[in-house]
């Protein structure tokens, strides 16, 4: 009799497989990889920690994500509580999460 032939098991990743992995790794369905970071997954750089897969940044994926804030300049999850880097929103909007534009008179 003849073995079959052996699988691919490489081939085929999952959140689930990323998630099982120390240090834990999130998955990236650009390139079907475990990331470490989601900044290194093209445009979903924001982290669900909950599903252990690399996300688009909106203001809810970046709170999620250790509490950080949605910078709409560049479309990026900032530090929590900081939007000194988002370009024309410096302020932070807590209730929205996300960095806002000034827009009253001091």
Known sequence: STNPPA????????PE????????????????SCKLDC???GWKS????AFSTCVRPTPNACAADGNKVYCPSDELCHPAADCASCVDRPIVDHSQHMCVALWWSL
């Open 7 to 14: 699988r691919r098991l490489q081939a085929f990743v999952t």
């Open 17 to 32: 497989i990323c998630n099982a992995q120390r240090p834990r790794k999130y998955f990236c369905s650009f390139d079907n």
């Open 46 to 49: 924001a982290t669900d920690r």
């Open 39 to 41: 900044r290194e997954c």
